[in-house]
């Protein structure tokens, strides 16, 4: 919309110089019909529009070269004013139009049109077929959203055209996480509820913006719908980047089981640190203890045949998409009798168990974390019941929100071990009642 802005005044700063040119090669020649500025604008419109009256015509030499500029130019001007015009049209007026229509609907509004935002907005959608979707306008016009709103809008005048910031929501989604999280900040102060996709982790947030990344919604999608089996024990990390490093927090915080059973976390290429960052961790789950045990191994995974096949999963997590499916082929090859094999990537791929991908994860569940808060938040209050020193959960640091939501998560273990169903996926109302229920019988039976 600026470049066209800027086009648009360009060519009228070029039309009022041939303007002046005409006037000063006309004005004082002899039987000349333009005198004036006026005179030479009337010449120029009806030229550029071609209807040619003839009233007014130039007699001089330089005066008869402007005319034939001016006519040459009537097709290109014509042309680059209807198209400003439809830009103008179907760009701003008809979106904002749209948008005033439909002020009752819940609006949806994106910082970026790509690949993650239009699988979110299709997975919203299917929720909710009725609401409105904004993104900003794409620089390739073919890269357009079927059903959305492309207006570029920040939310401050947004809410102006809706007349309330009820009913809107905001996606941080760009490329730039930085942009994500002062935008989601913007929105906030604005009371519009936030979510932006960014890597930090801050331990207090105004009230509405919620911080999320594609690691963590992995890791979760990930040990929801790929638990631990009752013979799984033994675990290979190969790639341990941010994904995987989420996915082996995520995995120690639940993967929390019945007493006796230990479960062996063996990593490979800890490139993001994870050893450094949690040093106390790697000391206390160490194979001299009870608990679950952490090992980091320094030298290459391909020497390590006998952990290999012993192994019950193998997790391929680096960053690099390519690496997993390069390392993926090379176990196929030399170590066929490897545990099972999960490649990070995301995107599906045939004849592969694949985690990941952006339909399976990119979902208001994971993103939005609506029941998973709902039950993290329901667990802070049971706790302030019992607690000398409560504190409310608008109160809590990051780490210990995060610690409340890992408690939660860890509910799909605990229903599956009372249920006696480890492949159990989709846990629901119904699941948790079951597994309410066992808890009281076996409580009862332990007390008798």
């Known amino acids: 919309m600026k470049k066209n802005i800027r086009i648009l005044l360009a060519a009228l700063v070029i039309w ?15 039987g000349a019909s333009i005198h004036s500025f006026w005179d030479a604008v009337w010449f120029s419109l009806i030229t550029i529009t071609t209807v040619g009256y003839g009233d007014l015509s130039p007699v001089t ?15 290109c001007i014509l042309t680059a004013l209807i198209s400003l015009g439809m830009k103008l049209i ?4 008809l979106p904002r139009a749209r948008l005033r229509r439909k002020r009752e609907k819940t609006w949806y509004v994106f910082n970026a ?11 919203l959608r299917e929720e909710e077929p009725d609401s409105i979707f ?6 390739d016009e ?7 709103v492309l207006l570029d809008l920040p939310c401050s005048t947004l809410a102006s055209l809706r007349g309330s910031t009820d009913g809107m929501v905001f996606f941080g989604m760009s490329e730039d996480p ?4 002062t935008q989601g900040l913007e929105a906030a102060a604005l009371h519009i509820p936030a979510w932006s996709m960014t890597d930090l982790r801050l331990d207090k947030l105004p009230k509405g913006l919620h911080l999320f990344s594609r690691s963590e919604v992995i890791s979760r999608s990930y040990w929801q719908t790929n638990p631990l089996r009752q013979e799984e024990n033994e675990l290979v990390f190969i790639g341990c980047g941010n994904a995987g490093s989420a996915l082996l927090e995520r995995a120690l915080l639940t993967n929390v089981f019945e007493p006796g059973r230990r479960i062996y976390y063996h990593v490979f290429e800890d490139t993001a640190g994870f050893r450094e960052l949690h040093p106390a961790l790697v000391k206390a789950l160490t194979p001299d203890g009870d608990d679950d045990v952490l090992l980091f191994y320094d030298g290459s995974w391909a020497g390590q045949q006998p952990l290999l096949e012993k192994a019950d999963r193998i997790i391929l997590c680096a960053d690099s998409e390519q690496e997993n499916l390069r390392v993926c082929s090379e176990l196929s090859t030399w170590f066929p009798a490897a545990g099972a094999v ?16 952006r339909e399976s994860v990119l979902t208001p569940e994971f993103v939005m974390k609506d029941e998973l808060n709902r039950l993290a938040f329901r667990t802070n209050e049971i706790y302030n019941k019992n607690a000398a020193h409560p504190v409310a959960w608008s109160d809590l640091s990051d780490f210990l929100r995060q610690s409340n939501i890992a408690a939660a998560d860890h509910l799909s273990v605990k229903v599956r071990y009372l249920l006696d169903r480890d492949d159990l996926t989709a846990i629901g109302p119904k699941e948790y009642r079951q597994a309410y229920l066992r808890y009281l019988s076996l409580a009862a039976d332990h007390t008798d």
């Open 16 to 30: 009022l110089v041939l303007l002046l040119l005409l006037v000063s090669a006309e004005a004082h020649s002899p």
């Open 61 to 75: 030499p330089f005066g008869r070269i402007l005319g034939l500029i001016f006519a040459f130019c009537s097709i």
């Open 90 to 93: 179907g760009g701003q007026f």
């Open 113 to 123: 049109l790509n690949a993650d935002t239009r699988t979110l907005a299709r997975k």
């Open 134 to 139: 904004l993104f900003p306008m794409p620089k």
């Open 142 to 148: 073919e890269a357009r959203e079927p059903n959305a």
């Open 178 to 181: 930085w942009a994500n999280y």
């Open 342 to 357: 999960h490649l990070l990537l995301s995107t599906t791929v045939p004849g592969l168990q694949t985690f990941g991908n």
